[in-house]
Structures are given as structure tokens and as C-alpha cells.
């Protein structure tokens, strides 16, 4: 929810950059904004635990794009400080729990899996 309310908040921000920018910088925050809910979507649907966490690796870089975006809009006058500040937090809010979900995901990864008890049948016969 906070990944898709973000992207809907990159494209009002993003109405009020200038015309010439439709096809530069508005089209690549627009996009990277997109791909954050996309990606998190499309590797929940993968069905492994491998490209679930590829994916949200994706997303989470989708994020810095639009950070970097946010800042550069600010340098070039395309935005108040307070307006790219509003999206900055917005995307610390959208970055937390992401990155809690990728660190889960390689937790359970890395447990090792459960051995079998050393006399019993499958073992005698493996």
C-alpha cells in the first residue's frame, strides 16, 4: 500500500515540473515510481523465496532512483524543499519496511533445514 500510495504522490509531485522535462526527468521519476509496486508484486507472484527477495532487491532500488530524482528536481528549481522533503520521508517510510521484509526472507533462507534423526528409517536407507 505505501509503495503504490508513493508512486501515486511521485506523479502529482512530478504534474508541476516544466513541459520539456515530460519526456526526460518527470518520465524517469514516474517510472522508477511505478516499478516500486510492480516489483514488489511481480516477485510475490514468482512463487520462490529467490526471486521474491531478486525483486524486492529491485524495488528497494527503485526507491534511491526517486530519491536521487527528488534531490535533482530540487536543485533544478523544479520543486520547494519542502515539497521534495514530503516525498523523501515518504520514501523512508516506504523503504523500512521493505527492507525488514528482505531481511526476513534471507533468514529463512539461511536456516539451514531440519536433519534427520540419525537411526531413523530414511536415514537407515538414504
Known amino acids: 500500500q505505501r509503495a503504490i500510495s508513493l508512486a501515486a504522490d511521485v506523479y502529482t509531485f512530478s504534474k508541476t515540473f516544466p513541459m520539456d522535462e515530460r519526456y526526460g526527468l518527470t518520465q524517469q521519476i514516474r517510472r522508477s515510481a511505478v516499478s516500486v509496486p510492480s516489483n514488489i508484486a511481480e516477485g510475490r507472484g514468482r512463487g520462490s523465496t529467490r526471486d521474491y527477495r ?53 533468514d529463512r533462507s539461511a536456516t539451514p533445514p531440519a536433519t534427520r534423526h540419525p537411526l531413523s528409517p530414511d536415514a537407515m536407507y538414504a
Open 54 to 106: 531478486h525483486f524486492l532487491h529491485q524495488a528497494r532500488g527503485s526507491l534511491y532512483e526517486i530519491d536521487t530524482h527528488i534531490a535533482l528536481a530540487e536543485r533544478l528549481g523544479y520543486c520547494s524543499a519542502s515539497d521534495a522533503a514530503r516525498i523523501q520521508v515518504a520514501i523512508v517510510e516506504a523503504v523500512k519496511p521493505l527492507q525488514g521484509l528482505i531481511a526476513s526472507l534471507i
